[in-house]
């Protein structure tokens, strides 16, 4: 599975950082909110997997808040994978930069964590089939977090979701215009299912009681816990 982030957002990765604050609103938020439910999901050692990890600002943000953290942050994409390895390059042996699909099979680990990556998987039955190889990698305990757009399985409430969407981004410097250009040129490789559906992929994939820990608009914080035997 290959993809090159420069050419699909028509962007320099360089700018990626910028960028996806300017797209999506409460980034910042989001990201710390992943930190916050792992933190206090594993207080001591654990072993996280960044799936999609694009330019490690997730990886980043749990290497900083947890000391006692490895990280394997995977990607496919050479160029921002670069840019990774210059951004945890401090963090030494504690984060390893793995050039690897997220759909390849999955290393046991504590944690799985992705950010804006799993919506590259366009067919639900092979989302569910991600979500099994993710429940299969986790420990008893194990948790799954994933930060990503999800929106609803009505076409008005789509519709209202958009438009949200698009007020946020002209408080960003883009036109409304722009804003569904943007949309528009998104679906071309992107899919965003409903949280109904990403949290039915879920159970089906093993997660109990999997569940939504933040919204804001379509940006969403949702995963699950592999309960203990």
Known sequence: MSHSVESHLNLDVREYDRLIRTFSPGYDEMIGVVVDVLQRTFPGECHVLDLGTGTGALAFAIASKMPRATIEAWDVDRKMLDVAK??????????????????ETLPSCDAVVASFSLHHVRDRERKTDLFRGIFSALGPGGVFLNADQTLSDQPELDDVTFSIWADFMTTQGWTRDQAYEHFAAWSLEDKYFALYDELASLAGAGFT???????????????GLKQSA
């Open 209 to 223: 009681r999997p569940a939504c820990f933040w919204k804001n608009v379509a940006a969403t914080v949702y995963g």
């Open 86 to 103: 210059q951004r945890l390059a401090p963090f030494g042996e504690r984060v390893t930069i793995v050039e690897r699909s997220f759909e």
